[in-house]
């Protein structure tokens, strides 16, 4: 193709390859070879030393990854993207590759369960000092910079509470003080958001989520500037985490990105509407969703994204026994973890996927007990919506304490 001004979708579906080159297969082939000849033992030689383009070893990458590589950095307008096995191969790749023993690394208030205990139970034990930090006023990062902070890390919207902290402010301020910005952006897509064009220098996704969409495959990206993907290819994948991203995988990732678009837009309008659904039923105590005027993060979100996406976190009035009963009564909703498939997913963080915090850890990082996170997903909004006022009917009927005030 050639290059003009291409749109999202056209770029997810064609970006990086030619199928005139590949014998005509509109497909891009599989490659399921996990090394790759050399023409001279001298080729060999220069391509383990840096000094030639090539292929030795598919821990290193393939003609798969390399094409999936290219249309993700391009689609989140960045020079660069490595790709790995899962989300957590991303973004411990990443870190292990910018951070070493003696420096700091602030983060959001909120984080997902397992990126929190890496930070905790990996960085700090060899080293690496990680401060919490409020970023939904981006000036709090000010206060909090010391002579060893190397970096800022954050989700917006976060896992599981849906906070938004504006990238822009906080890129800023970060460029000011001398530090790099990495944002984690796997519940909008670069479809919705795109950091690196909003100042941030680096960018992970669970690929697992949106970017495939289907729950059947587990990959991660890393997108950034063309010289820290390198590094993070050689040294965070190749010697520290082996977080290598399968052929079919590859093929898979390949095969959602064609759809991204299609998909977020379904997911958005679906959420929404179910937003507005729970935000005026007396049973629900709150509803954070950026997407609804009420939510704090609104303005925000809507200045630095197309829209609002599909994830919503919610709490009923009779707290965690309420919630886990409300659960259990839903028929179309799917009780599972993950988010960004087909299928709408509901589940409980605080003794799910945030389990890994302490409850004092959940009180003081924002994650309420009885908290609900919800993926809307593609099925017909009418019926995701029944399925959500009958259960919430039952919950009322059967647990006494949900009673509605």
């Known amino acids: 193709?050639?290059?003009?001004?291409?749109?999202?979708?056209?770029?997810?579906?064609?970006?990086?390859?030619?199928?005139?080159?590949?014998?005509?297969?509109?497909?891009?082939?599989?490659?399921?070879?996990?090394?790759?000849?050399?023409?001279?033992?001298?080729?060999?030689?220069?391509?383990?030393?840096?000094?030639?383009?090539?292929?030795?070893?598919?821990?290193?990458?393939?003609?798969?990854?390399?094409?999936?590589?290219?249309?993700?950095?391009?689609?989140?307008?960045?020079?660069?993207?490595?790709?790995?096995?899962?989300?957590?191969?991303a973004i411990s790749s990443l870190f292990w590759?910018?951070?070493?023993?003696?420096?700091?690394?602030?983060?959001?208030?909120?984080?997902?369960?397992?990126?929190?205990?890496?930070?905790?139970?990996?960085?700090?034990?060899?080293?690496?000092?990680?401060?919490?930090?409020?970023?939904?006023?981006?000036?709090?990062?000010?206060?909090?910079?010391?002579?060893?902070?190397?970096?800022?890390?954050?989700?917006?919207?976060?896992?599981?509470?849906?906070?938004?902290?504006?990238?822009?402010?906080?890129?800023?301020?970060?460029?000011?003080?001398?530090i790099w910005?990495?944002?984690?952006?796997?519940?909008?897509?670069?479809?919705?958001?795109?950091?690196?064009?909003?100042?941030?220098?680096?960018?992970?996704?669970?690929?697992?989520?949106?970017?495939?969409?289907?729950?059947d495959l587990l990959a991660g990206a890393v997108v950034g500037d063309s010289q820290t993907m390198d590094r993070v290819r050689l040294f965070g994948v190749k010697?520290?985490?082996?977080?290598?991203?399968?052929?079919?995988?590859?093929?898979?990732?390949?095969?959602?990105?064609?759809?991204?678009?299609?998909?977020?837009?379904?997911?958005?309008?679906?959420a929404m509407e179910i937003a507005h659904f729970l935000e005026e039923h007396p049973a629900v105590e709150r509803v954070r969703y950026p997407g609804l005027a009420s939510d704090p993060g609104h303005a925000v979100m809507k200045r630095q994204a197309r829209a609002f996406g599909g994830m919503i976190a919610f709490d009923l009035k009779g707290g965690p026994e309420a919630a886990i009963s409300m659960i259990n009564s839903l028929e179309v909703f799917t009780r599972a973890v993950s988010l960004g498939d087909s299928e709408s997913l509901i589940q409980h963080p605080a003794s799910m996927t945030h389990s890994t915090y302490t409850p004092e850890e959940r009180h003081a990082h924002g994650i309420g007990d009885g908290l609900i996170r919800m993926s809307v997903g593609l099925e017909d909004v009418a019926d995701l919506t029944r399925d959500l006022r009958r259960a919430l009917t039952t919950m009322s009927r059967n647990y006494a304490g949900a009673t509605i005030r």
Do not use: W
């Open 239 to 270: 010697d520290m985490t082996g977080s290598c991203l399968s052929a079919f995988d590859t093929h898979l990732v390949l095969r959602g990105l064609k759809t991204l678009q299609l998909r977020m837009d379904r997911h958005c309008s679906s």
């Open 97 to 178: 590759t910018l951070l070493r023993p003696g420096d700091e690394l602030l983060a959001d208030q909120t984080l997902y369960g397992c990126t929190f205990s890496f930070f905790h139970n990996g960085l700090e034990e060899f080293g690496i000092k990680i401060k919490h930090v409020d970023l939904c006023n981006p000036d709090n990062l000010r206060q909090a910079v010391g002579p060893n902070t190397k970096g800022v890390f954050f989700e917006t919207p976060a896992n599981p509470n849906m906070r938004v902290v504006d990238i822009s402010a906080v890129s800023r301020i970060a460029r000011e003080l001398g």
């Open 1 to 89: 193709m050639k290059e003009f001004d291409y749109g999202f979708a056209t770029r997810a579906i064609h970006h990086g390859y030619d199928p005139y080159q590949n014998d005509g297969a509109l497909t891009p082939p599989i490659h399921i070879s996990s090394t790759y000849a050399f023409p001279t033992a001298e080729t060999g030689g220069r391509r383990f030393a840096g000094e030639e383009q090539g292929f030795i070893y598919s821990r290193l990458g393939n003609p798969g990854t390399r094409l999936l590589e290219a249309r993700i950095a391009d689609l989140e307008g960045a020079e660069a993207a490595v790709v790995t096995g899962s989300g957590m191969g």
């Open 181 to 215: 910005v990495a944002v984690d952006n796997t519940y909008c897509s670069p479809y919705l958001q795109r950091p690196v064009e909003q100042g941030a220098d680096y960018v992970v996704h669970s690929a697992t989520k949106y970017l495939s969409g289907h729950g």
